[in-house]
């Protein structure tokens, strides 16, 4: 993977960095090729000293360069467009949520567009982007842009029809889990154990559980059935989680996050 002459990134938070110092550390970008825009003087002194790069809050100089990584709240898309220089072009990234490739070529007419759905884990390098890709992408940069989110995750590249369901699932999905375990260590602290010893455990058996269903290649109900047995503990809690409604109320959270992506489409 050689990265470009020159890499361009509005919006510098969490998700950004997370994105961008991979390559910084592999060597597959310069840190003095990087200019980043942020909106606050304060954030960008801040992030310059910490990451010893190039951050200001100056957006025209990151639109200088051939490839702009875009992560700006989508709230901010309108005014984001007044900084763009006329003569500017290239290859923009979106990671902005419910933003289509259709009106980011419209805002953004010079740019070959890409819009890309990555999740939070992504911070640690256990990421889902799913990518939908604009026209006029080439095959050199299809390439690239595998390789940017696939420092950080899985990459899948998916009809745009499905994104905002691939959203629901993969980035508003990690908050729904963030809850259920939260509430599993709630159950355990109102059942004896300390706090502290109770939220450790819930996070384990999440994860252990999750291992356990990718490496067996099993059906979550095959999972179920196998801990459960005839009157034992785990149907009487299950009994209790299908009379508070747990499975329905997950599935409305996710079709609920996906229409909510589509209106801010």
Not at 74 to 95: D, H, K, R, W
Not at 205 to 233: F, I, N, R, W, Y
């Amino acid at each position: 993977m050689v990265g470009p002459p020159g890499f361009g990134v509005v919006g510098f938070g969490r998700m950004a960095q997370a994105l961008l110092i991979p390559l910084i550390e592999s060597g597959q970008v310069r840190p003095e090729d990087v200019r980043a825009a942020v909106a606050s003087r304060a954030s960008a002194e801040r992030l310059s000293c910490s990451l010893q790069l190039a951050v200001s809050t100056d957006a025209a100089t990151a639109w200088a360069a051939p490839l702009v990584l875009l992560a700006v709240k989508p709230q901010q898309l309108e005014a984001v467009v007044a900084t763009v220089p006329p003569e500017a072009s290239g290859l923009l990234i979106s990671v902005l949520a419910g933003v289509s490739v259709q009106r980011l070529e419209g805002l953004f007419p010079a740019w070959r567009c890409v819009r890309a759905v990555p999740n939070t884990p992504a911070l640690v390098r256990q990421g889902l982007t799913g990518l939908a890709w604009g026209a006029g992408v080439d095959e050199a940069q299809r390439q690239w842009v595998l390789e940017l989110f696939g420092k950080v995750g899985q990459v899948l590249e998916l009809p745009e029809t499905q994104l905002d369901a691939f959203l629901a699932l993969t980035s508003s999905g990690p908050a729904f889990l963030a809850l259920v375990a939260e509430a599993l260590a709630d159950g355990a602290d109102a059942a004896g154990l300390p706090r502290t010893l109770a939220g450790d455990l819930a996070l384990r058996t999440l994860a252990g559980t999750a291992a356990l269903l990718e490496q067996q290649h099993l059906h979550p109900a095959q999972l179920k059935d196998m801990v459960s047995s005839p009157a034992g503990t785990t149907i009487a809690g299950l009994r209790a989680l299908e009379r508070g409604g747990l499975r329905s109320a997950l599935i409305e959270a996710v079709l609920a996050a996906a229409e909510r992506s589509r209106e801010l489409a």
